[in-house]
Each structure stands twice: as structure tokens, then as C-alpha cells.
């Protein structure tokens, strides 16, 4: 899809290489901005912004036929800033960078094969205004190494209309970072809507959406075990005094100091099972409906949800603090489910995922469930905890709208971080997002 900005830049690049120097001081104008704040953005404020984007533009008068695509030109003179300022930057005999500066800004082309650490934290703001559909595509492109021809195996579509899926991905997170670029421009430093620290947590990679990390390749496994069920999206931010009124309880189990905070009442979700809820309150019909045809229409419910939550923790080969989970849901009239029902499920998840392990189960306390369970695996001489479940209590459900004197609610939430360690035998936690699979023959 053209953009009209990108077509007005590619006439402008036609008229330029017919000699029309008129034309090219448009191109110029047009992009001078971004050029500055990316050369200002890895030189720092004593560095020879003006020189490097001097150059750079000579560089790419000089260069404008070997250009095969005149709509490309503004990702084109970005990736000869960046050139530019990295030559310049290695013949500088003075240190103007902060020590550990690391790699400069994503061209954000068709030709990169990833990105450094650095550079998507830099990408944190433009990832988060990416719909989840074109967030998951970007990642398994990008983090997970797939090729444009296997996502669009998988999608059921040619290759060649996957790139240009692709193609206006990359538009729109350019946007975004050229958006930033002119920020810092402009005033230093860069407002942040959040914290820096949030977003950097929201900006990791969704290990779920990635079927050649251990933590995509054992929810498919766990996921076998609940046939049926539905897939839902919950939100990453939630607000607990909103919660809590909506439920009519408290529903914060963990150390209130873990919880990872924007502003005011609102978290990031420390777990899955708050924002499931909170979703069930918007069902259609909604949840147990007195009427009993509305009865019959909401139930029975079974729902996943899988993705990262966030606590604050000092990370270590067993904790992050942003780490993913799968929660199961189910509703249903009590004749038709109890907490063993569940269980039976929970033990053919956990077998898939981690064949003959031995396991023990434990009766442990939550605060919205009147009965709870905990289930460890044995690795070597210890006991790792990878799972609970439980009936949710009677305050439970009349907060999303069932009659605990006729329904029943029952939930589980697997930790995927360490069910993958497991399973693949990796001794740390953090290597779990640093490792891949070999995709299937």
C-alpha cells in the first residue's frame, strides 16, 4: 500500500536523478528533521550532528540511481545517517558517548535479521501503538527469525502480500521513532507517558506468539489438554479500585509491593486471573442471567488466556519480572463441574508438557477461591511449583454475575517460564527468551 508521503518522496526522487536539484533540496527539506535527530540521537549533544548529516546527504545525491525503490527513500538516507555517524563515531579520538553506549537506532528495512537488546528497547514506544496482530507478526519476524514465507504458509496467503503486511508494519513503527526522533529534537529528554521502566517491560517479546521458544512450544502442548475452549485477550493494565468494585472484593493475592505500578490504581497485571474475570463481566449474556433460557445460552464458559505478567522482582534463575502465563477458565452449572474435573485436565496438561515427572499436589490458600491446590514438579532434590487451581468463592461469582446457589466457577494459572526450563532442561529461567527450537521438519 502507498502512502502519500512515500509517493510524493518517490517523485521527488525520479525528478532528482533527471538532474533537478530543485527536487533533491525538497527531499532534503522533507527529511532533514528525522536525519538530525537520529545523528543527534548516537552522537550526543557534542557531537557533529550538522557534519555527519552533511555527509550523508552527499552520499546519497551522489548514490540516488543505485536506489531501486524511490518510495523507500526515507528508510534509505536513515540507514546512510546511521553509517555515517558510525564511521564518524570510530574515528572520534574523543569519548562523547555515556560508557556502554550500545547499537544505534533499527533501520527498520527488509534487510535486517534482528535486533540487538538495545535497539528494541529503543522500538518500545513504536511496538506498543502496533495492533496485537501486527505485534505478533513483527516479533516472530524479527525476534523469532521467521521468514516472510512461513508466516504467510501459516496465514494462508502468498508470500509476497506477507511483505507488504510487513512492509506497512515497518512504516507505521518508523512513524512512530521518526515521531520520537523529532522530540528529541526538539526537547531533551523525550516525554514518556509511562515509565521508562514500563515500557521497557511491555516492549519484551511475547514468547507465547513464538512457536520455536520453549515458552510458545509448551503452551501448544498444555493447550491440547483443554479441547474446547476459547481463546481470549485480556488486557495488560488494570485498574484495582476498579476491580474491587466490580467484584465487590479484593482480589490482590501478592505482595502489594511486587505490583508493578503506572499511576494511581493502575498496575500492570500481575497475573492473568483478575483480568479474565473483569472480562466475564462482559460476556454475552452475561454470567448466570437469572432467566434460565440466559441460563442455558452463557454456560457452560471454558476460556484461555496466555501472556506475560509483571511483578517486581530481583530477577534470577528462577523469577522475572515479566514472565508469561496460561490461565484456564470454566463456568458451568454445579451438577456439571467440580474442582476434580479440573484437576484431571490439569494432570494430562502437565504430563504432555512434562511427561513422567513426579509431582505433588498441595491444598494452599487464595483469597478468591473457597478451595485451592498447588502442584510441584521434583527436578533433581527440589520441588519447583509450576501451577495452581481452584473453586472461586461465592463473592467470586456473584462479581461477574453468577449465583453461587446454582453455578460453579473454577480456575487455573500455569507459570510457562518455568514449565519450558523444564522441559528443556534449561538451568536458568532467563535463558528461556534467549533460546530456539528447531521448528519441525
Not at 533533491?24 to 550526543?44: D, K, S, Y
Not at 506497512?168 to 526538539?186: A, F, H
Not at 491444598?363 to 532434590?381: E, G
Amino acid at each position: 500500500m502507498k502512502t502519500q508521503e512515500s509517493s510524493s518522496l518517490a517523485s521527488l526522487v525520479e525528478a532528482a536523478r533527471r538532474g533537478d536539484l530543485g527536487a533533491f533540496g525538497m527531499l532534503v527539506e522533507r527529511t532533514q528533521a528525522m536525519a538530525h535527530a537520529l545523528a543527534f540521537q548516537m552522537l550526543g549533544p557534542h557531537g557533529d550532528t550538522r557534519d555527519v548529516v552533511q555527509e550523508a546527504y552527499l552520499r546519497a545525491f551522489r548514490r540516488l540511481a543505485d536506489l531501486d525503490d524511490p518510495e523507500a527513500f526515507a528508510g534509505w538516507i536513515r540507514r546512510i545517517v546511521v553509517t555515517v555517524a558510525h564511521n564518524h563515531r570510530r574515528g572520534e579520538r574523543g569519548v562523547w558517548l555515556p560508557l556502554g553506549d550500545g547499537d544505534g537506532p533499527p533501520v527498520l528495512d527488509g534487510d535486517e535479521q534482528a535486533w540487538t537488546p538495545d535497539q528494541f528497547r529503543k522500538l518500545a514506544r513504536a511496538l506498543l501503538s502496533l495492533e496485537l496482530d501486527e505485534r505478533r507478526l513483527c516479533e516472530r519476524h524479527y525476534h523469532g527469525r521467521w521468514s516472510a514465507e512461513r508466516m504467510a504458509e501459516e496465514a494462508g496467503i502468498e508470500p509476497a502480500a506477507m511483505r507488504k503486511r510487513l512492509q506497512r508494519i515497518r512504516q507505521k513503527l518508523r512513524k512512530e521513532i521518526e515521531m520520537d526522533e523529532q522530540c528529541i529534537l526538539e526537547t531533551h529528554p523525550v516525554p514518556r507517558d509511562l515509565p521508562g521502566s514500563i515500557v521497557e517491560l511491555l516492549a519484551r517479546p511475547r514468547l507465547v506468539d513464538l512457536p520455536d521458544n520453549p515458552v510458545g512450544a509448551v503452551l501448544a502442548e498444555l493447550l491440547a489438554a483443554f479441547p474446547g475452549f476459547r481463546v481470549k485477550e485480556v488486557p495488560e493494565i488494570v485498574d484495582l479500585d476498579a476491580a474491587a468494585n466490580a467484584l465487590g472484593g479484593d482480589a490482590v493475592y501478592t505482595d502489594r509491593a511486587k505490583l508493578q505500578t503506572i499511576e494511581g490504581t493502575k498496575i500492570l497485571r500481575y497475573d492473568l486471573t483478575l483480568p479474565l474475570l473483569l472480562e466475564m463481566r462482559t460476556q454475552t449474556p452475561p454470567v448466570g442471567r437469572s432467566s434460565a433460557a440466559a441460563h442455558e445460552t452463557g454456560f457452560p464458559l471454558r476460556l484461555t488466556a496466555a501472556g506475560k505478567c509483571y511483578r517486581r522482582e530481583q530477577e534470577s534463575a528462577t523469577h522475572l519480572e515479566a514472565f508469561h502465563q496460561l490461565e484456564v477458565f470454566a463456568a458451568d452449572d454445579r451438577r456439571n463441574l467440580d474442582v476434580w474435573w479440573l484437576a484431571g485436565r490439569i494432570f494430562d496438561a502437565v504430563n504432555r508438557a512434562l511427561p513422567r515427572s513426579e509431582i505433588r499436589v498441595t491444598p494452599t490458600d487464595y483469597p478468591m477461591c473457597a478451595q485451592a491446590f498447588s502442584l510441584d514438579v521434583r527436578k533433581d532434590d527440589e520441588w519447583v511449583e509450576i501451577l495452581a487451581w481452584g473453586e472461586y468463592a461465592d463473592w467470586v461469582l456473584r462479581g461477574i454475575g453468577a449465583d453461587p446457589s446454582r453455578d460453579r466457577a473454577l480456575g487455573a494459572g500455569m507459570g510457562l517460564d518455568r514449565i519450558a526450563a523444564l522441559r528443556y532442561g534449561i538451568d536458568d529461567v532467563r535463558k528461556v527468551a534467549l533460546t530456539r527450537l528447531s521448528p519441525p521438519a
